[in-house]
């Protein structure tokens, strides 16, 4: 089974600024089978980037992610005040076949 | 728009089995994509718990082994989630989601989710 883990544990920044949200595999990750979710407080997870690298529905530009392997990376390139919320990296994989989440970034406001 | 709602009880007793149904609108459960159950115990993190496809075909968390049973009702358009022998550490928020067509394996939309506490 694969560990997803998340640095930092939370992330205290201040709108305006960029933020960086690391996701690491404890084995190599195929890149179209990681997601990544925003959680605000009482709400469901929304999906973000699906792919490691695109988009969802109606998702600013200013989210953005990356990497490939074990590493993969969520930018916020200049953060609104509704982004700060709890982060997820999600994978699948298929030995055997089943979904593991990070244990989440909190971003919180500075 | 796709929208999901679960319901069921809200407090089920140790030992007993806890049901959930996932009613899906604007979108048939026979289109070909997956559904799922996701939970998170208060406070804490995400964990998937199972999915199915409108064929009756599932998968589940190995974690839960037999304790788990998903199945579809398509003339109703929904799904449910039983989960058997429940304990304390069954207590979560339970989400139903819609995952993506084969090869395609993120959850798309989801259920506001429903609190399901276990206790005498």
């Known amino acids: 089974e694969i560990v997803l883990t998340q640095s930092p544990g939370t992330l205290s920044l201040s709108p305006g600024e960029r933020a960086t949200l690391s996701c690491r595999a404890s084995q190599s990750v195929t890149s179209s089978y990681l997601a990544w979710y925003q959680q605000k407080p009482g709400q469901a997870p929304r999906l973000l980037i699906y792919g490691a690298s695109s988009r969802a529905t109606d998702i600013p530009d200013r989210f953005s992610g990356g990497g490939s392997g074990t590493d993969f990376t969520l930018t916020i390139s200049r953060l609104e005040p509704e982004d700060f919320a709890v982060y997820y990296c999600?994978?699948?994989?298929?030995?055997?076949?089943?979904?593991?989440f990070g244990q989440g970034t909190k971003l919180e406001i500075k | 728009q796709v929208q999901l709602q679960e319901s069921g009880p809200g407090l089920v007793k140790p030992s007993e089995t806890l049901s959930l149904t996932c009613a899906v609108s604007g979108h048939s459960i026979s289109s070909g994509y997956y559904w799922g159950w996701i939970r998170q115990p208060p406070g804490k993190g995400l964990e998937w718990i199972g999915h199915?496809?409108?064929?009756?075909?599932?998968y589940n968390n190995p974690s839960l082994k037999s304790r788990v049973t998903i199945s579809v009702d398509t003339s109703k358009n929904q799904f449910s989630l039983k989960v058997s022998s429940v304990t304390a550490a069954d207590t979560a928020v339970y989400y139903c989601?819609?995952?993506?067509?084969?090869?395609?394996?993120?959850?798309?939309?989801w259920g506001q989710g429903t609190l399901v506490t276990v206790s005498s």
């Open positions: 199915i496809h409108h064929s009756g075909s599932t």
């Open positions: 989601a819609r995952r993506g067509l084969v090869g395609i394996y993120y959850f798309d939309y």
């Open positions: 999600q994978q699948y994989g298929s030995s055997p076949p089943m979904y593991t």
